[in-house]
């Protein structure tokens, strides 16, 4: 849809089709940031931002996709934060989770409350949280996760090991605190 | 053979369906065979399904949706004057619709002016002169002509003796100017003077704004181009005079007002 301008028609579609992806949007935003003024701004000149370029969509292609790159690339602005490559090992300070008690993990994991996830997401650094909630909760693809947060598809690789690492280490500790809890 | 780190490392692409045919199977393969890459899968997919299923983000609120469904439509749509009159009739429409009675009546009045022939202005002009002959006629008193009343005349008629000269004719004793008041006729603010004639034979003049009227060209007739009429009885003669019509009503004959026509058109 690469064209100067949209007709009103088009226009309002486009606009309708905006609206059915706002609570992803509001998701999205939402784990970047909890302050709710901020959240209904950042979605706000996301959809603005979107109706305005409308043209530059191209058909076929991922509409959600595209209006969460250009949500991402609202907070990178609004927040000041340069894209960056993150340092895999540049967060050394999580917990790691024993080989041997891998079956251990998988039922942690099975069973692991909400708020523990909630928590273990959040105290996530941003840059591979981002990778994480995109790919795995999202669902997008690792192309589309790439160009959402403007980075390589390797570095959305090594964020997602990384960070599904931490979140590993994170729910593993949680375990064990419940299970000193209870003794 | 594959090693565990390049098949750790292709894993997403795995999930993703990425991965060309050939590479998916010797990683697949790869992962029958190695139980430290399986273990690896087998985390992560119950990582991913935890996300998946428990992990959830707070929906837009209804009032939220609300207004950006509204602000994206007007955005998308600008709305022009038809769609907001539109607008504004479904939100407040006791105002708009008194808006719209306002903005109709100002395109009707000078159409409807506009629109009416010469003699359809006469008739009105004519029967408005008659009452308000009649009505000065029958009062006891002559009239007053109130000094700051007089401001849409002329420069000259601004002071009552620089008014009263030219309409009056001291030294004429059949044309006495008694009196005279401003009045309203067709909407207008008009000049109503009375002359007394001869005995119980009052002359009334009007001197009317000409915005809006025009006098029948065919039908002003004589020197001065004076439209007479009789209408109800009495004797009409009136004529244009700068920006003004001047209309003179009496129950006397035509000749009784031609020479007052002569005085008045030459003062």
Redesign the interface.
């Known amino acids: 849809m690469d064209r100067v301008s949209l007709s009103e028609e088009e226009k309002d579609r486009f606009a309708k089709a905006l609206l059915q992806h706002l609570d992803a949007l509001y998701g999205f935003a939402w784990w970047l940031t909890h302050r709710r003024e901020e959240i209904e701004d950042l979605v706000q000149e996301t959809c603005l931002r979107a109706l305005r370029s409308a043209h530059q969509f191209e058909p076929g292609t991922n509409l959600k996709a595209w209006l969460f790159s250009i949500l991402k690339h609202e907070w990178f602005r609004r927040a000041g934060l340069a894209q960056r490559e993150v340092l895999a090992d540049s967060f050394s300070d999580n917990p790691e989770v024993p080989g041997q008690e891998w079956a251990v993990e998988v039922d942690v994991i099975r069973t692991a409350l909400q708020k523990d996830l909630d928590e273990a997401l959040r105290a996530l650094p941003e840059e591979y949280r981002s990778a994480v909630l995109l790919f795995d909760l999202y669902g997008f693809s690792l192309k589309e996760t790439a160009e959402i947060l403007a980075i390589p598809d390797g570095t959305v690789k090594s964020r997602l090991a990384r960070g599904r690492q931490m979140l590993r280490g994170r729910l593993w500790a949680y375990s064990k605190v419940s299970d000193n809890d209870q003794m | 053979m594959i090693r565990c780190e390049t098949v750790?490392?292709s894993l997403?692409?795995l999930r993703?369906g990425?991965l060309g045919k050939p590479e998916e199977e010797e990683v697949r393969d790869h992962l029958t065979a190695c139980g430290a890459c399986a273990?690896e899968w087998?985390?992560?997919e119950?990582?991913?399904?935890?996300?998946?299923n428990?992990?959830?983000?707070?929906?837009?609120p209804a009032a939220?949706?609300e207004a950006?469904?509204h602000?994206?439509?007007r955005?998308?749509?600008?709305v022009g004057w038809f769609a907001r009159l539109q607008e504004a009739f479904r939100r407040q429409p006791v105002a708009a619709m008194a808006f719209a009675a306002a903005m109709v009546l100002l395109v009707l009045v000078p159409l409807n002016v506009w629109m009416l022939s010469p003699r359809e202005i006469v008739l009105p002009l004519v029967e408005e002169s008659i009452n308000e002959h009649i009505r000065l006629s029958l009062l006891e008193a002559a009239p007053e002509i109130p000094v700051a009343e007089l401001q849409p005349l002329p420069v000259r008629h601004r002071r009552r003796l620089e008014f009263f000269n030219p309409l009056s004719f001291p030294d004429d004793r059949e044309y006495h100017l008694v009196g005279g008041q401003v009045s309203y006729l067709l909407h207008r603010k008009v000049l109503a003077v009375i002359y007394s004639h001869r005995p119980k034979r009052p002359i009334t003049l009007l001197v009317i704004p000409n915005a809006g009227i025009r006098l029948p060209e065919q039908l002003l007739s004589g020197r001065g181009k004076v439209y007479w009429a009789t209408h109800q009885g009495f004797q009409m003669a009136e004529w244009h005079e700068g920006p003004f019509i001047y209309s003179l009503v009496s129950d006397s004959d035509e000749g009784d007002l031609s020479p007052l026509i002569e005085k008045l058109q030459h003062q």
């Open positions: 750790l490392h997403d692409a993703d990425t273990r087998e985390v992560t119950a990582l991913r399904a935890a996300i998946r428990r992990v959830s983000a707070p929906a837009a939220f949706r950006m469904a602000l994206l439509a955005q998308a749509s600008p």
